[in-house]
Nanobody
Framework: QLHLVESGGGLVQPGGSLRLSCAAS????????IGWFRQAPGRKEREGVS?????????IYADSVNGRFTISRDKAKNTVYLQMNSLKPEDTAIYYC????????????????????WGQGTQVTVSS
């Protein structure tokens, strides 16, 4: 069974940085498109934040985080990271990573319905 575990969340002041990790057990992340999503307090829907292709050659970002967040893979550690800089209070949310079995060559998306496996989430709070 595919199992994703997020870590690295916490409390940070506005303007600060955090790096989230998405680790896998029982399978290799290289075989999947990986996305990061977040669910803000009081919101029912999860918002797509970023996604990375299997080869790591293609990445996409939501407009709200473009230029501040960076997604990357470390094949040796079987981990995908989300580096978050210049954090704002509106970035406060539970952050989830997810894996997609979409066929090779399919355009990356940030739609939750295209991802098949989800982690339990890690809380990020941006506050002074």
């Amino acid at each position: 069974q595919l199992h994703l575990v997020e870590s690295g969340g916490g409390l940070v002041q506005p303007g600060g940085s955090l790096r989230l990790s998405c680790a896998a057990s029982g399978f290799t992340l290289d075989g999947y498109v990986i996305g990061w999503f977040r669910q803000a307090p009081g919101r029912k829907e999860r918002e797509g934040v970023s996604s990375i292709s299997r080869s790591a050659g293609t990445t996409i970002y939501a407009d709200s985080v473009n230029g501040r967040f960076t997604i990357s893979r470390d094949k040796a550690k079987n981990t995908v990271y989300l580096q978050m800089n210049s954090l704002k209070p509106e970035d406060t949310a539970i952050y989830y990573c997810a894996a997609s079995t979409a066929p090779w060559g399919v355009k990356l998306t940030l739609g939750t319905d295209t991802y098949d496996y989800w982690g339990q989430g890690t809380q990020v709070t941006v506050s002074s």
